[in-house]
C-alpha cells in the first residue's frame, strides 16, 4: 500500500531575496523577471516521491511583499514542519536578518530542520556572501542543508527542497 504525507514548510528571508522565484522555480520551473508584490501569503504544493511506499506532499507557504518591515504573522509558521532560509548573496545584511526569523521560528515552533541558501549566485560577480559567512550563521540554527542557488537558472534549487523534503518523513 502507498502512503501520502503532507507537510508544511515556508520561507523566510528578507524582502526581494528571491523567496517567491525558488517557490516559483521548483514547483513550476519558470521564472518570472517581473515582480509583482502580493499580498499575504502564497501556499504552493508539490509531490515527491520519496520511495516506491511514500509520496510526500509539501505545502510551501510563502510570504507577501512586507515582511522586512512588519515582521512575520505566527500563523505563518505555525504548524511548519521544515523551513528554507533565503539570503541574498548580494546583501549581507539579508544573511544577519536570518537570526530574527530564527527566534520567531523557535518561539513558534522550535527544533524543526532548516534549510540555508544563498540565492543569487548568477550575479557571480556583486556577491558578497562568501561560504565561510554561510556555513558560521547556519551553525546558529537548526540547519540541515546548506547551499547556494540561482532561482534564474535553477542552479541547486530541486536539491535542497528535496534535501528538506527528505527529513520530513
Ligand atoms: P521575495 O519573494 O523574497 O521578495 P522575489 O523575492 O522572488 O520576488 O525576487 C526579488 C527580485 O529578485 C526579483 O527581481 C527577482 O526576479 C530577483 N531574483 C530572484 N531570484 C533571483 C536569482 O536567483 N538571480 C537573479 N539574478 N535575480 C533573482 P525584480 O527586479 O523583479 O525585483
Ligand atoms: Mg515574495
Not at 81 to 86: P, R, Y
Not at 114 to 139: F, H, M, P, Q
Request: glycine content about 6%.
Amino acid at each position: 500500500m502507498s502512503t501520502l504525507i503532507q507537510k508544511k514548510i515556508c520561507l523566510l528571508g528578507d524582502f526581494s531575496v528571491g523567496k517567491t522565484s525558488l517557490t516559483e522555480r521548483f514547483v513550476y520551473n519558470r521564472f518570472s523577471e517581473r515582480y509583482i508584490s502580493t499580498i499575504g501569503v502564497k501556499i504552493s504544493r508539490k509531490s515527491i516521491v520519496i520511495s516506491p511506499e511514500v509520496t510526500l506532499n509539501i505545502l510551501i507557504w510563502d510570504l507577501a511583499g512586507s515582511e522586512e518591515f512588519t515582521g512575520v504573522q505566527s500563523s505563518y509558521i505555525q504548524g511548519a514542519k521544515g523551513a528554507i532560509f533565503v539570503c541574498d548573496l548580494t546583501r549581507p545584511k539579508t544573511l544577519e536578518s536570518l537570526e530574527k526569523y530564527n527566534r520567531q521560528l523557535e518561539d513558534a515552533t522550535p527544533n524543526i530542520p532548516i534549510a540555508l541558501v544563498g540565492n543569487k549566485t548568477d550575479l557571480a560577480s556583486e556577491c558578497k556572501i562568501d561560504r565561510y559567512s554561510l556555513e558560521k550563521e547556519a551553525r546558529k540554527f537548526n540547519t540541515i542543508a546548506i547551499t547556494t542557488t540561482s532561482a534564474k537558472t535553477g542552479r541547486n534549487v530541486e536539491s535542497i527542497f528535496e534535501a528538506l523534503a527528505k527529513e520530513l518523513v
